[in-house]
């Protein structure tokens, strides 16, 4: 897990910074479209959706995020809809739980990476909790980045999906061989308990 810090504030985008947030992504980050106006309309269907990461006023970074509802990860692994223009149908609600978190674009000058655990800190909370992360890196040094942080190549018809699987959900695969044990006792039957 990302540690919070103090030498990085992460919030949401304010309108006034999308088009230098905008500049910036499509300058670092090969093959980014997206223009003030497309984030802006991103950030109508939900505000949470894309953070900026500064120190002081400057900004160092950026990170979008499609929170994808159960339909949105099922098409995701599928490789049914174009991450340049993702349907709404696929996007979960401001109100709705969250199944799953594309990183849709993520830029960090310098320091501004560190900024991410403050990002993540925010993502941990209840609409995001069963959500894992998902990303497609655009070159060797993204690919690096999300190797470094955990992701690991996931097998999918989206190609070169990455994919980190938080701790919390993880822990299923502690506690199944536990649940063999419940599932002999109930094959055996309550009468064998008593003696």
């Excluded at 160092?60 to 929170?67: E, M, P, Q, R, V």
């Excluded at 999300?146 to 996931?154: D, E, M, N, Q, W």
């Amino acid at each position: 897990m990302l540690p919070r810090t103090d030498l990085v504030a992460a919030r949401p985008v304010t309108p006034d910074r999308l088009g230098e947030l905008a500049a910036l992504a499509r300058r670092e980050i090969p093959g980014v479209r997206a223009s003030e106006q497309d984030l802006a309309e991103f950030l109508r269907h939900d505000p949470n959706s894309i953070f900026v990461l500064c120190r002081g006023r400057n900004l160092l970074g950026g990170i979008a995020f499609l929170y994808l509802n159960c339909a949105g990860l099922d098409a995701l692994l599928l490789d049914e809809f174009s991450l340049y223009d993702p349907p709404r149908k696929y996007l979960a609600r401001p109100d709705e739980d969250v199944a799953a978190i594309y990183v849709w674009a993520l830029v960090a000058q310098g320091r501004g990476a560190v900024g991410l655990g403050n990002v993540a800190d925010i993502l941990r909370g209840p609409r995001f909790r069963a959500a894992d992360y998902y990303a497609q890196p655009s070159s060797s040094d993204g690919r690096a980045f999300l190797g470094a942080l955990g992701f690991t190549p996931v097998p999918s018809f989206q190609p070169d999906l990455w994919w980190y699987q938080r701790p919390w959900n993880r822990l299923h695969q502690v506690i199944a061989p536990s649940l063999q044990l419940v599932e002999t006792f109930s094959e055996r039957g309550a009468a064998d308990a008593r003696y």
